[in-house]
C-alpha cells in the first residue's frame, strides 16, 4: 500500500475513533450533565446513573484509544497539542477523575450530603471536558498560535485564556449541547415514567441548541474566520516535512473544499436534520431518537473535519508551518504496522462492545434499583 493512502486511511481512523467516543462515551457525560436537571429524587439519580453504569467505563476506552493513534500516528501533532494545550488537557482529565469515584463510591453512604456532592463531581466530569473538546475543535479552525524551529520543535505563543475565543465557545456551548441531546436520547430507552418524560423534553430542548448553535458556528466560520490552502508542497507520497510547503490564507473561509465538491454540503445538512429529527422523535416518543442524535453528532463532527482538510493544526503565527496529515505523520512503516495492528483488534472490540450493549439492554426501574440497592449503583 502506498503512502499516501496508508496516511488517508489514518485521517479516517482517527476521525471513526473521535466519532466512536462522542457517541459512545457521549450519551454516559450526557447523562451526568442531566443528572440535576432532571431527577428529583436520589432514586431517580441512581436510576439514571445505573443506565450507564455497564458501559461508562468501556466508553473511555475510545478516547484512550485515539489519543493512542494520534500519539502513533501523527507524533507532531500530539507534541504540538500537548506543549500548547497543557492547561486545558489538565483541567479536561481532572474533571474526568471525579467520573470513576463518583460512580464507584457515591452510593457507598447514605448521608444526602456525600450523594449530593459526587452528584455535582458527576456533572463536572461531564460539562467540563465537553466544554474544552468543543472549545479545542473551535481552536483549530481558528488557528493557534505555535511555531516550529529548524529541528521540528514546537513552541507555543499563546495563553490558556486566549483559547476562550467568543467563537471557541460558540463551539464549546455547541458540544455541550450535542453530549446532553445524546445523553437524553439514551434516557429514553432506558428509563420509564416521569423521568422518561423529562428526558424526552430535554433532548427535544437540547436538539433545538444544537440547531441553532451549529448555524450560529457555521455563518461565524463563513463570514469571520479565514481558511488556509497549501499554495505549493511536495507530493503527499514522499517523507515529507511541515517546513516543506507554502500556505496562504484564503478569503473562502474553510469553504474551499465544500466548493470544490459541493456534495459535501450535505454533511452540515444532515447534521442540521438529524438534531431536527431527534427533537421530533423525542416528542412522538420513537426509539430511533438515539440513531437520529448519533447520525447528528456524526455530521457536526465530520462538518469541521472536512473543512479542515488536509490541515490537522494549523498555525495563526506561521501558516506555512501548520501540521498537515499529509506532513505530521510517522513513516509509512509505522503506518502499515499499526493498520495492521487495526484489522485485527478493532473489530474484536467492535464486537465485543455490541455483544455487550446487546446483553445489556434494557430499561431500569425504580423497582429495580430498590430490589437491588447494594449491587447498584
Known amino acids: 500500500m502506498d503512502y499516501e493512502t496508508l496516511k488517508l486511511i489514518w485521517w479516517a481512523l482517527i476521525g471513526v475513533l473521535l466519532i466512536g467516543f462522542a457517541i459512545t462515551d457521549g450519551f454516559d457525560m450526557g447523562v451526568g450533565m442531566l443528572l440535576r436537571v432532571i431527577a428529583r429524587t ?63 463510591y ?33 481552536n483549530l479552525l481558528l488557528g493557534l498560535p505555535f511555531n516550529l524551529d529548524d529541528l521540528l520543535r514546537p513552541s507555543y505563543e499563546g495563553s490558556f485564556w486566549a483559547l476562550l475565543h467568543p467563537f471557541a465557545l460558540v463551539c464549546g456551548l455547541l458540544s455541550v449541547a450535542m453530549l446532553a441531546m445524546q445523553g437524553g436520547a ?51 507520497d514522499e517523507a515529507i516535512t511541515p517546513l516543506m510547503k507554502t500556505v ?26 438529524a438534531a431536527l429529527a431527534t427533537a421530533l422523535l423525542s416528542r412522538r416518543e420513537s426509539n430511533l431518537v438515539f440513531v437520529a442524535s448519533s447520525i447528528c453528532l456524526t455530521a457536526i463532527i465530520l462538518t469541521p473535519a472536512v473543512a479542515l482538510f488536509p490541515f490537522v493544526m494549523p498555525s495563526s503565527v506561521n501558516p506555512d508551518i501548520s501540521l498537515t496529515m499529509w506532513d505530521a505523520t510517522s513513516s509509512k512503516l509505522t503506518l502499515g504496522l499499526m493498520l495492521v495492528a487495526a484489522a485485527v483488534f478493532v473489530p474484536i472490540i467492535l464486537l465485543y462492545t455490541a455483544w455487550c450493549y446487546r446483553r445489556m439492554f434494557g430499561r431500569v426501574s425504580k423497582q429495580y434499583i430498590e430490589d437491588n440497592s447494594h449491587s447498584s449503583y
Open 106 to 138: 457515591r452510593s457507598k453512604i447514605g448521608d444526602w450530603r456525600w450523594r449530593e456532592a459526587w452528584d455535582w463531581g458527576l456533572t463536572i466530569g461531564g460539562v467540563v471536558p465537553a466544554l474544552i473538546f468543543g472549545v479545542a475543535f473551535g
Open 248 to 273: 496562504a490564507a484564503g478569503n473562502s473561509g474553510w469553504q474551499a473544499n465544500f466548493r470544490a465538491q459541493p456534495a459535501l454540503y450535505a454533511i452540515p445538512l444532515l447534521g442540521i436534520i
Open 42 to 104: 436520589d432514586i431517580e439519580r441512581r436510576v439514571m446513573i445505573n443506565t450507564v453504569g455497564p458501559h461508562w467505563e468501556g466508553n473511555q476506552v475510545w478516547l484512550i484509544t485515539a489519543g493512542g493513534a494520534i500519539f502513533a500516528a501523527w507524533p507532531m501533532v500530539y507534541a504540538a497539542a500537548f506543549s500548547g494545550l497543557y492547561a486545558a488537557l489538565i483541567i479536561t482529565l481532572l474533571a474526568l477523575f471525579f467520573r470513576p469515584v463518583g460512580f464507584d
Open 186 to 236: 439514551w434516557l429514553q430507552l432506558k428509563t420509564e415514567g416521569l423521568l422518561l418524560s423529562r428526558a424526552r423534553r430535554i433532548t427535544e430542548i437540547t436538539a433545538w441548541a444544537v440547531i441553532g448553535l451549529f448555524i450560529l458556528a457555521g455563518i461565524w466560520l463563513l463570514l469571520g474566520v479565514d481558511g488556509l490552502h497549501i499554495v505549493e508542497g511536495r507530493p503527499a
